[in-house]
Structure formats: C-alpha cells, structure tokens
C-alpha cells in the first residue's frame, strides 16, 4: 500500500470505527502494515496510531468472534 492509499483511509471522515469492520481480511491486514511501517518513520501520519490500535483490536475481535468468518476469517 502507497502513502496516498493509507492517506485516504487516515482521512476516511467515517473513521476507523466505521471502515474497519468493512475490510476483508486480507484488506486489514495490508492496512495494519502499512500503518506499522507509518508508525516507524520520523514523522507518523496525524491518526496513524490510532488507526493501528483500533485496527488491532478488530483483527482480535474477529479472532475470537464466531461470526470472524463473515469477514473473511476461516
């Protein structure tokens, strides 16, 4: 994922309450690295972090969630 990518997901005005639990699993976990690979620069994007806890938090949630498969999590 390109910087202009994880910008228009850090500028989603849905934010990430909204737009996480839409993701595949497969678009989360892109999403996760490259907010990671953000995260480890001099200067993170505004809202990189939270972005990325939040993001983990919804890929434990479908970790742990019965209904884990209906976003894509066998």
Do not use: K
């Not at 737009?19 to 620069?41: F, M, R, S």
């Amino acid at each position: 994922m390109n910087r202009s990518e994880l910008l228009h997901y850090l500028t989603d005005p849905r934010g990430p309450e909204e737009v996480l639990p839409e993701l595949t699993t497969g678009e989360l976990v892109e999403l996760l690295d490259a907010l990671y690979q953000n995260l480890d620069t001099r200067d993170p994007d505004f809202g990189a972090q939270v972005w990325y806890e939040m993001g983990v938090e919804e890929s434990s949630r479908r970790a742990v969630s019965p209904d884990g498969a209906a976003h894509g999590v066998a």
